[in-house]
């Protein structure tokens, strides 16, 4: 199984961007998928999730401002940035729990090689 990201850029403050991650492979159903993302010297930390009956989650600093989606068809997560701002620059990694055959009930969890988004004026 892999996870593909794309869709980061560059963006001035208060400005928009999607993110978009695609797993491929051997893939039987799909649990939780979420996004986290990394700053320069900072922990990771989570930006959002979304379960599979569409419940979301979102960290207090995004709420209102990001929205997480998926499309279950084509096994992907989004994440809508609106109102962007300086301290939401960092590389956003997708991260999804795959459950991998009919077979067995065991989910594991993979990640995205992260995408770059850079909020500056």
């Known amino acids: ?10 963006v ?7 993110i978009s991650c695609v797993a491929s492979g051997s893939i039987f159903s799909i649990n939780t998928m979420g996004w986290y993302r990394q700053a320069p010297g900072k922990q990771r930390e989570l930006v959002a999730t979304i379960a599979s009956g569409g419940i979301t989650n979102y960290a207090d600093s995004v709420r209102g401002r990001f ?5 279950n068809a084509k096994n992907a997560v989004y994440l809508q940035m609106d109102s962007l701002k300086l301290e939401d620059t960092a590389v956003y990694y997708c991260n999804m729990w795959i459950r991998r055959w009919r077979g067995s ?5 993979y990640w ?4 770059q ?3 500056s004026s």
């Open 1 to 10: 199984v892999q996870l593909q990201a794309s869709g980061g850029g560059s």
């Open 12 to 18: 001035q403050p208060g400005g928009s961007l999607r």
């Open 67 to 71: 929205t997480i989606f998926r499309d």
């Open 105 to 109: 009930l065991e989910s594991n969890q």
């Open 112 to 115: 995205g090689q992260g995408t």
């Open 117 to 119: 988004v850079t909020v």
